[in-house]
């Protein structure tokens, strides 16, 4: 009897073949437990007639004040300390009157990093004319000459794209192509952590790629280069089309919604770098996604063969792994690469591999489920329409590799 039933459980557990979501010894380890954060005063500074605000979502300035008649300045501070050197700034300047000013953006301890942007409406942003402002001058102090008038002003340091813009664009691609947009958990003050599959049909037994973007709330071109990839393989196109129905795509665009709404530089409200709590996910956002994912790949039987993770920095890069570490689909990256490097305007990524350090997405991938992992880095500055261009391509390449794997 005993071994009978010794025997069911063996059967049992074979049959299940269920993945655990493991605690990742990663050659670096980095402390993710919770830090004390400062929240920006939310408010409208009027000097002179001339006011700034930070109360709209995704804002930051933390004071303001007037240097002499023509000179203001804004203060830009992070959320917590040590921090990657990357100030975001975004705020609303309303005038009483047409004026010219010199605008100063102090980052305290810190270096500017992104290239003024302007906008009326917070939809069609402009980059200031170059003859305004002086990138190589701009060092803990930017300055941008401004010309005002009676229309409110958003200058920020990339695009504004709030946790509301996130669910608009959800909700758009839910409704056009029948998808079901969930809410899988809350973040640490209480935001909705975004999900979406957006493959099409049975989900059973598929392999999955799983898809993330804005754990760094200011790396905008990043997440716009992710939306323009989703929109390739939610196209209506032979290649598209018989890519969803053969492949699980589960859609996690927004890991830090807190940090995107307050206006943070690149942490969470439990003051972490999101991108480092792979091995013990010690952070409402990251456990959150880990579990959804392992539960569903078990609930669907699922494979996860790739993990893509879309980010922002000075250029355009891809970083991979080594040649050391292989996934269950290699040689996919190279592959991959080498078509995107074939298009028409051979795109010439530029790759570059490291070896497991970090608790990352791109070694999660691999040590979690064996997959493949990759950062998608687009630069700060690409140009819009080129860096959409760019993740097309790279969706379509994906796709014709994929789709007879
Ligand atoms: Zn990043």
């Not at 009483?96 to 992104?114: F, S, T």
């Not at 799983?210 to 939610?234: D, Q, T």
């Not at 995107?260 to 999101?274: M, Q, S, T």
């Not at 996860?304 to 570490?325: A, C, L, P, R």
């Amino acid at each position: 009897m005993r071994v009978f039933t010794l025997l069911f459980f063996i059967l049992v557990l074979a049959g299940c073949k269920s993945t655990k979501l493991l605690k990742h010894n990663f050659p670096t380890p980095v402390d993710t437990g919770d830090q004390t954060i400062s929240y920006q005063e939310k408010k409208t500074y009027t000097i002179d007639g001339l006011s700034a605000s930070n109360q709209f979502d995704a804002a930051r300035m933390n004071d303001f004040v007037q240097l002499n008649d023509s000179t203001f300045r804004v203060t830009i501070l992070p959320e917590n300390e040590p921090i990657n050197k990357s100030p975001h700034y975004a705020f609303l300047l309303s005038s009483d009157k047409e004026r010219a000013i010199d605008l100063e953006l102090y980052y305290g301890a810190y270096k500017h990093r992104y290239y003024p942007k302007l906008s009326y409406d917070k939809k069609l942003w402009t980059p200031i004319d170059s003859i305004a402002f002086d990138t190589l001058k701009a060092g803990n102090i930017a300055t941008l000459r401004l010309k005002l008038d009676q229309r409110p002003l958003y200058i920020a340091a990339e695009e504004i794209k709030d946790c509301k813009h996130t669910r608009s664009w959800m909700q758009q691609l839910a409704t056009k192509h029948k998808l079901q947009l969930s809410t899988i958990g809350k973040s640490k003050l209480d935001r909705d952590m975004l999900f979406m599959d957006i493959g099409s049909g049975n989900k059973n037994d598929k392999p999955t790629i799983v898809l993330m973007s804005r754990a760094h709330p200011p790396e905008i071109s990043g997440y716009m280069a992710m939306e323009a990839f989703v929109e390739e393989l939610l196209r209506d196109s032979p290649l598209s089309n018989n890519f969803r129905s053969k492949y699980r795509l589960m859609l996690y665009p927004l890991l830090n919604p807190d940090g995107v709404d307050l206006g943070h530089w690149r942490h969470n409200a439990g003051g972490i770098d999101l991108n480092r709590d792979w091995a013990n996910y010690k952070q409402a956002e990251i456990s959150t996604v880990a579990n959804h994912i392992i539960r569903e790949v078990n609930n669907y039987k699922n494979k996860v063969i790739m993990g893509i993770d879309f980010h922002s920095t000075q250029e355009d890069v891809i970083y991979t792994h080594t040649d050391n570490v292989k996934s269950s689909i290699t040689p996919f990256k190279d592959l991959w690469i080498q078509a995107m490097d074939d298009d028409a305007l051979q795109l010439n990524p530029n790759e570059e591999a490291y070896d497991l350090g970090k608790p990352m997405t791109k070694g999660w991938f691999f040590l979690q489920f064996g997959a493949e992992g990759i950062i998608y880095e687009v630069g700060d500055e690409t140009d819009r329409e080129f860096l959409k261009y760019k993740a097309e391509v790279a969706a379509r390449e994906m796709m014709k590799l994929l789709v007879f794997y």
